[in-house]
């Protein structure tokens, strides 16, 4: 009974000890937080919590930006709330990027009426990848030589002007817009993600990239660099068929999960909206200069500007022969790859001389450019010609001059099978009256204008209009002597072939 009676004050003793140091510690918060200590505004100083104000949205939550970049591609269901979105592609399939005006009125007037510059490119995600994205796209390049990362499916796009992809950023195309107008690009991605992950036993988990646009109006000098607006988003691209088996396995596992579970996860969208960020460093690539890719100069040549002459004969191949030569530098190999639309190959065979590419044989063409480039950088070294439809062998004299060399040669010797004629040989590719017409008009080093009708003399010295349909069944490499008339007209002729 004693010991029944002792229990309780114990328990007084050791609750009156806990209430004295609970007492004391309060004292002490109150001494060290009271209001002359600390303030509001220097607690929210400390590094910690300047570190999470950065990573807080700027207080005008309601800052409209100048443009708005639409992806039209679902979001992933399985991406936290707090994450940003992610977007699975699948490899060369065309996707449409919506490019909106998003001004208020009387917002950057100066682009009214003005085209913007809009450059897209496919980068890294992963920082890690960031630091040697060179050597990841040289080693992807390599690996599928010819091929790009980023294209723009231009009969699909709507809007575009000038667009303009660059050999040597095989991540990069570039095009003009008007804001004003209804404006989409269809992008297509060539590169799968598990390309860039290390092989270990299948079943990569592929790296993501992002696809950034980075838009420009034109300064003063007319070149487009002055930096209007960015913007971002994530994504990962499979194998045909594979973003759709991957969208369709992500919103299966979330709709095991419970009710609890998914409120953690954002939902899935139907379009992607790229998200403001900072502009490309690469500003080297900012400029109005043309491009090797899609090329928009107008200039052109016509084959009958007088130009021509009987003693230079034009050949089926380009004008100017452009052989590669044993003794060729490898500066002067770099230039030939840029002139003979191989630009894509010019950093793999960077250091190789004329005699270097020459000593390459079919099969090693092949293996490093692909098949179909291979074949043809290979006929370009050996200088291979394409052999023309039909051949044709023309005279210039006049019958006048033929009749007086005949009549010189009987004199001198009595015999007129020693007269000697020059004939040029004439190369027809479309088989029409109007590129032989042209083909005659270099001969006489005039424009083709000047020729009023070609005949081809008859039975009986009748005079048949040449036609389409008579050049395609000339015979290969028949002769004729040309013949010409002056024609009612002032400087026209009509040429008879006999």
Not at 45 to 70: G, H, M, R, T, W
Not at 215 to 234: D, I, P, V
Request: proline share 6%; net charge negative; charged share 25%.
């Amino acid at each position: 009974m004693a010991w029944a009676l002792k229990l309780p004050l114990a328990d007084e003793v050791i609750e009156s000890g806990l209430v004295q140091d609970f007492d004391a510690s309060l004292s002490g918060i109150g001494q060290e937080l009271g209001a002359g200590a600390y303030s509001m505004s220097d607690v929210l100083a400390l590094p910690i919590f300047k570190q999470e104000e950065s990573s807080l949205p700027p207080d005008n939550e309601d800052k409209i930006l100048p443009f708005q970049y639409v992806l039209c591609a679902a979001t992933s269901p399985a991406v936290k709330l707090h994450d940003e979105t992610l977007t699975y592609l699948n490899q060369g399939q065309s996707y449409e990027i919506r490019m909106l005006d998003n001004r208020k009125l009387g917002e950057l007037p100066e682009i009214n009426g003005k085209l913007v510059k809009s450059i897209f490119r496919v980068v890294f995600h992963d920082r890690r990848l960031q630091y040697t994205e060179h050597q990841q796209l040289e080693g992807w390049r390599w690996n599928r030589p010819g091929d790009r990362i980023l294209d723009i499916d231009i009969p699909m796009s709507v809007g575009i002007i000038d667009p303009r992809a660059n050999p040597t950023q095989l991540n990069t195309v570039e095009f003009l817009w008007d804001p004003a107008k209804r404006t989409s690009v269809f992008i297509q991605v060539h590169c799968i993600s598990t390309e860039f992950t290390m092989r270990k036993h299948g079943g990569e988990k592929g790296v993501p990239f992002r696809v950034q646009i980075d838009t420009f109006k034109e300064n003063e000098n007319g070149e487009y660099t002055e930096h209007l607006h960015s913007a971002s988003c994530q994504i990962k691209v499979f194998k045909p068929k594979g973003a759709d088996r991957k969208q369709k396995t992500d919103r299966e596992k979330m709709e095991k999960r419970t009710p609890h579970e998914k409120e953690k996860y954002q939902p899935s969208y139907e379009t992607t909206i790229l998200t403001e960020c900072s502009p490309w460093p690469e500003i080297t690539y900012v400029n109005n200069s043309p491009s090797p890719g899609f090329n928009s100069s107008h200039s052109s040549f016509s084959l009958g500007e007088g130009n021509g002459s009987p003693n230079h004969q034009p050949e089926p191949p380009p004008p100017v022969t452009d052989n590669l030569l044993p003794t060729t530098t490898p500066q002067e190999a770099q230039q030939w790859l840029h002139r003979n639309r191989f630009s894509t190959f010019t950093r793999l065979f960077t250091n190789f001389s004329g005699a270097d590419l020459l000593k390459l044989t079919r099969d090693d063409v092949i293996q490093i450019c692909g098949p179909a480039d291979g074949i043809r950088l290979f006929n370009a070294l050996k200088g291979r010609m394409v052999r023309p439809r039909l051949t044709i062998y023309v005279c210039q004299e006049s019958v006048q001059l033929r009749e007086q060399q005949q009549q010189q040669q009987k004199h001198e010797d009595g015999d007129s099978n020693g007269t000697f004629f020059v004939y040029h040989a004439i190369y027809l590719e479309e088989l029409t009256a109007v590129e032989l017409t042209e083909k005659i008009a270099q001969l006489f080093s005039i424009s083709p204008q000047q020729i009023s009708q070609i005949y081809k003399q008859g039975p009986t010295g009748i005079h048949v209009l040449i036609s389409d349909e008579m050049i395609q069944n000339f015979q290969e490499e028949a002769c004729f002597i040309l013949d010409t008339m002056k024609a009612e007209t002032n400087d026209s002729y009509h040429i008879i072939l006999k």
